[in-house]
DNA sequence: TCCAACATGTAACCGGTTACATGATTCA
DNA sequence: TGAATCATGTAACCGGTTACATGTTGGA
């Protein structure tokens, strides 16, 4: 769970609305950490029963009226408490990489018509951040948020990189693609089906234990199931 | 969901049971996808309920009995449909990075542990990667799978690319972290208290809209909620 | 002797998403 | 007129993780 603690680190910063704090959010630490409204509203709660956070009333008349939360010193405890703990590992899920590495049934064409769709949706996403990345410059002094301009500006950076090696990825897969013959292509696979599967997959343990091993040869950077997140 | 459709995936190269797949995931797809035993067992049920695979039961003495799972017609059907839809967003959860964005308040000497530590990481696992590159090249025509050798190595390639553009910004951080005064990394922040939170939230919403115009402005790729994944 | 590998599962939990509900205001 | 913004929430669902349970064999 981090949620909770993300929105501490943000609450920090000053006194938000939830509806305030989703907007926060989306412009800065997406590209790593996402939340709903409807994830948002209910955490909130449960900091303040939790003694974490204070909750005031705003009345507006236009307007619904606003629940402006603030930060308690028992929660700025928590907050450097948890900045304190080691990370938990990251989690990734990407369908498309999913799609792809079993896209060898669906012939080469189709295999590369979709990987020039997501180069195309890439490149987009980095002019975006490109675009950012001025406007951030331009408008922190406005904002009089000069202190935190380079954290945000760092996460945007974030985004731009791995976009951009993602991009790098893609292009190179799709040159391999062009260089194979079409014959591993063909749609119907497990043509190999009378050799035992035991022995192939016997040998892919072996690697994967080497791989392992050169992984884990180091320090115990970060102590087994001891993360809090 | 995704699980199933990627294990119909393993399933169309051949017969396999749980505790393979299960291995055949970590080594493959685990850059961009991973599942746990526990997970995967109700999942090959249900997939034979659906009849999309099916079960044979093979004795063994000295060991446990195995269940191995084959894919139907059905089953293959079911994947190209599959292939043929768009694939989901990416999902990423990355919890150091959250804590590196409000590390500000833990002083800069700690935010500086914290990224080397990071860095140190990261180069094993390079290392590891590197290696089980090697290996693949080594053993794939032992296997027997030199077929599905260069899609494997894709996999690897991706998680080398994506290590080195995580390296590349963690030392670019560090670069940043070493010109900024130390005065940007005050324990107590919201300084700027007094300011009014509004405005400066209605900045930053102003920054998204034009990043996300940016980013949309370009033809509808993946035609909103319309992937199932 | 003790741990890892083999092999399959169940149950509880939990973080997060989707869909639904409400209602005023402002701008195109 | 109708969509978007402001503003807050609830309920159902679901994919995935953690912990627990069981039992054999082979190697350090």
Do not use: C
């Amino acid at each position: 769970m981090s949620l909770k603690h993300a929105l501490l680190g943000f609450l920090n910063y000053g006194p938000h609305t939830g509806y305030e704090l989703k907007k926060v959010f989306d412009i800065s630490v997406s590209h790593f950490w996402s939340a709903e409204l409807s994830q948002i509203y209910p955490s909130l709660k449960a900091l303040e029963t939790e003694g974490l956070v204070e909750m005031k009333v705003e009345v507006q008349a236009d307007r619904p009226n606003r629940k402006v939360y603030s930060i308690t010193d028992d929660g700025r405890r928590e907050l450097i408490d948890w900045l304190g703990t080691p990370a938990g590992p990251d989690q990734i899920r990407e369908p498309l990489l999913v799609k792809l590495f079993f896209a060898a049934s669906g012939g080469r064409a189709h295999v590369l018509t979709v990987l020039r769709r997501r180069a195309d949706d890439l490149r987009l996403r980095l002019e975006g951040y490109r675009h950012g990345l001025a406007l951030v410059d331009r408008y922190s002094g406005a904002a009089k948020l000069d202190r935190e301009a380079p954290f945000w500006r760092l996460t945007i950076e974030y985004g731009i990189s791995h976009t951009e090696a993602n991009l790098r990825f893609i292009e190179e897969s799709m040159g391999l693609l062009d260089m194979m013959d079409e014959t591993a292509f063909v749609s119907s696979p497990a043509e190999h089906a009378g050799m035992p599967t035991r022995e192939r997959v016997e040998i892919l343990d072996m690697l994967k234990k080497a791989v392992m091993a050169a992984h884990e040869s180091g320090s115990p950077l970060i102590p087994a199931r001891l993360h809090t997140n």
